[in-house]
């Protein structure tokens, strides 16, 4: 494809993740993160919730302790935990702060707006207010704030950085913009990357995608593989998924690049298939900031 002129808010917020990132392993602040040891349950909602998977597979990996990721609305009661980390860009959801409201342990939060109820409702918050969005799809607010959990876990990131600047200034595959439909890939950390790529495809373009663990993918859903669908791995492959998935005439994805990254260029993608369909990805149809339930 050719150089594409930058004509929304989502592009540039996109485009800005290199920078945000670098911002933030720059200036991690230890004290108000999950400590060492420390039993942990890390909620949000949508792409937050998705974030939460990923850095809690991250922690438990890196041996920092035993680390649950929930939906707000759908954390049990009754565990016992050391501290909550709420993960919320608006700071106003309301699934997130009933749960909190209902919290006695320790709460720590990230969030973008340091003037919204959150700022009351944890007693540790760290904002990341210049990865905010005036974009309703979110998308450098949650790589910078997983971005600064992977730097508080002892991760360097220099690589992913770069590989990020790339994902960036990369053309993007016609076959990618005009495909059928998605399927995307991870394991481990990465499966919560995959349903936040899945995610940002359908609510910028409105596009059919899915989210599965690659080695659940033989599992049933390899049948909807095929010409005009792309199955897109975030991470490295199990062996020999590639070849089947071609065989039943699918078209592989992967690129080598820090999965962070390449969630960027599932970003870039999306858009690009939004402004296909003459859709605005800055504000998706159905969708608001933030999700405010009334009494």
Known sequence: MGRHVVTSHTEAEIASQPSCWRRAVADVPADALPRHGERVAVVGCGTSWFIAMAYATLRERAGHGETDA????????????????????????????????????????????????????????VVLDYADER?????????????????GLGEDLTQAIE??????????????????????????????LAQEAALKMREASRSWTEAYPAMEYRHGPIS???PGRVTWMLGAPPDGLRGQVEQAGGMFFESGLDPMAELIRAQRVAVARAFAQQLNPDEPMHLTRSVILSP
Do not use: C, N
């Open 70 to 125: 929930f939906a707000a609305s759908e954390t049990p009661s009754g565990r016992s935990y050391d501290r909550v980390l709420a993960l919320t860009r608006s700071g106003t959801t309301t699934e997130v702060l009933e749960l909190l409201a209902r919290t006695t342990t320790k709460i720590s939060a990230i969030t973008a707006d340091p003037e919204t109820p959150i700022m009351r409702a944890a007693d540790e918050v």
């Open 135 to 151: 974009s309703v799809v979110q998308t450098r607010f949650a790589t910078t704030q997983l971005a600064l959990l992977r730097a």
């Open 163 to 192: 590989d990020a600047e790339r994902a960036v200034a990369a053309p993007l595959p016609d076959e990618l913009v005009k495909a059928e439909q998605f399927s995307f890939l991870g394991a481990g950390w990465t499966v919560g």
């Open 224 to 226: 909807i593989a095929g």
